[in-house]
């Protein structure tokens, strides 16, 4: 049955076209919503002929490569967000219709200290409803972004809340109901980093030494504007982007960088090495710093989690590429110049964490299951499917048989992986510390212990975004 919002959403309605396979996986409704092919018209790029390019191998062979965009650095006191369709260049010099925030994609990296206030304006100058989710900030319901609080087209919004959780890498993109792997793919997104005086006390590589780096794919269509064309088994693009940059490349001193990587795709799970077989310095990731370091040569990770890494290029003597091992697609070419700088490694201790105590056995089990349900059920935004005691320890268990990737993200707490079980069997070293989303594969199953601090309403899913959008996705209360 259409809502009001719906008939609301006025002309690009109509350019639906159903999905048969989505039609009799999730109903008519939602299959429009997500499979519907009115991104392209949405782009005002309904040219005769557009299609995504196809056998275009991203980022393989020998490519012309374009410098690496670095979205301007923000400070949250008080800052206007502005989501609206808009031109972006992903390379070449050559504009692509895109949605941005403020113009860019990704939008301005936030940083801020954490006890800091956030005041940011949300401006709805999409066609259609939008949130702006603030992916692993521990946030008062009022400022999450749930699809329950849409924003209307033309509409304002602010959030507002003060950062009260240790340093880290977050993120902002849209979540409203059904349509946030559109949103997301159509260019969405942005990071968010906190600080602290124990991540400073460290004196990690800083200013030109700290690069933030959102990894996600895409499709494009002749005119080079972004499309998106899911399926219901995920949106998975045939080109690589980092930071919107196509075959992108970077300069880099021969000095120690720290990288801030992003998963911000819809659906794809990246395994990222270095060319030249150096192993990634492993520091952080979703919830911050890790209790120490590690090195570890791949590291696999899927949509909504986060790494935080070094690496070394002070003795580098040629480019080195970072390659996605899962497509063979070559993300980033890093060109060393001649200036060296000199630093050295953390070793050892990064960081003291408590580890939670909790129960041995389950809590709660939550079962993964085809693309759009969790226990047998599918998302329904005015209910309630359970509630958790604020402050009390409880132990989650996250487990699926198939249709995996699932991606799966928390909001209102970060939590602590004890286990898994079925599937790859351990816990990888960028999953210790504390996490916002874990990777399901298939037959897997992860315990985490977690605990809520703010009473609200607080959502679990898939970050694969379309089982997301399909009903993959609980809402409960933190009481
Ligand atoms: Cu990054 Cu509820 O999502
Ligand atoms: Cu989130
Ligand atoms: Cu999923």
């Known amino acids: 049955m259409p809502s009001e919002a719906d008939s609301a ?5 109509k350019l639906s ?33 557009s299609s995504p390019l196809l056998g275009q191998k991203g980022g393989k062979g020998t490519v012309t490569r374009n410098n690496l965009f670095i979205p301007p650095t923000v400070g949250s006191t008080s800052y206007t967000l502005t989501a609206a369709p808009g031109t972006v260049d992903l390379g070449g010099g050559k504009l692509s219709a895109a949605w941005a925030y403020n113009g860019h994609v990704p939008g301005p990296t936030f940083r801020a200290n954490n006890g800091q206030s956030v005041a940011v304006t949300l401006l709805n100058h999409l066609p259609e409803e939008t ?15 749930h699809p329950k609080d849409a924003i209307a087209s033309g509409g304002s919004y602010s959030y507002q809340y ?17 349509i946030t792997g559109m949103q997301v793919a159509l ?25 933030p780096l959102v990894l996600r794919d895409a499709n494009i269509d002749n005119a080079g504007n972004l499309v998106y064309n899911p399926t219901s088994s995920g949106f998975e693009g045939k080109i690589p982007l980092v930071n919107g940059t196509r075959d992108p490349k970077l300069s880099v001193d021969k000095a120690i960088y720290r990288f801030r990587i992003l998963n911000g795709a819809n659906a794809r799970v990246f395994r990222i090495a270095l060319g030249n077989g150096a ?60 200036i060296s700088v000199s630093g050295s490694m953390p070793t050892g201790t990064l960081s003291s964490i408590t ?49 995996a990737p699932h991606p799966i993200h928390v909001h209102g707490a970060s939590f602590q992986v004890q286990s898994r079980t079925g599937g790859r069997g351990v816990v990888f070293p960028w999953e210790r510390g504390w996490k916002d989303t874990v990777l ?8 985490v212990l977690i605990q809520f601090s703010i009473p609200g309403q607080y959502l679990l899913h898939c970050h694969k975004l379309e089982h997301e959008d399909m009903g993959m996705m609980s809402n409960f209360k933190v009481t």
């Open 279 to 338: 192993p990634w310095v492993l520091i952080g990731n979703d919830g911050g710093l890790l209790p120490s370091v590690s090195q570890v040569s791949v590291i696999e990770f899927s949509p909504g989690e986060r790494l935080d890494v070094l690496v070394d290029f002070r003795t580098a003597t040629g480019s080195i590429m970072l390659r996605d091992l899962n497509t063979g697609w070559n993300l980033l070419e890093f060109v060393p110049t001649q």
């Open 355 to 403: 580890p939670l105590s909790g129960p041995s056995t389950p809590t709660r089990t939550f079962r993964f299951e085809g693309m759009s349900k969790i226990n047998g059920q599918v998302y329904n935004m005015d209910r309630i499917d359970f509630n958790v005691p604020s402050g009390q320890v409880e132990r989650w268990r996250f487990t699926t048989g198939r249709n």
């Open 440 to 447: 399901l594969q298939d037959t897997e199953s992860v315990d």
């Open 17 to 49: 076209v159903v999905n048969d396979v989505a039609e009799a996986v999730s109903g008519g409704r939602i299959s429009r919503r997500i499979f519907g092919q009115r991104a392209v018209g949405l782009l005002g790029a309904l040219a005769a002929g």
């Open 187 to 211: 260019g969405l997104a942005g990071a968010f980093i906190i600080n602290d005086p124990e991540e400073s006390a460290l004196n990690l590589p800083g200013g030109a030494y700290e690069i």
């Open 131 to 145: 949130t702006v989710h603030w992916h692993g900030m521990i946030v008062p319901e009022a400022a999450d972004g």
């Open 162 to 178: 003060t950062i009260g959780q240790r340093a880290c890498l977050n993120w902002y993109h849209p979540h409203p109901h059904m």
């Open 9 to 13: 959403r006025g002309c690009s309605r």
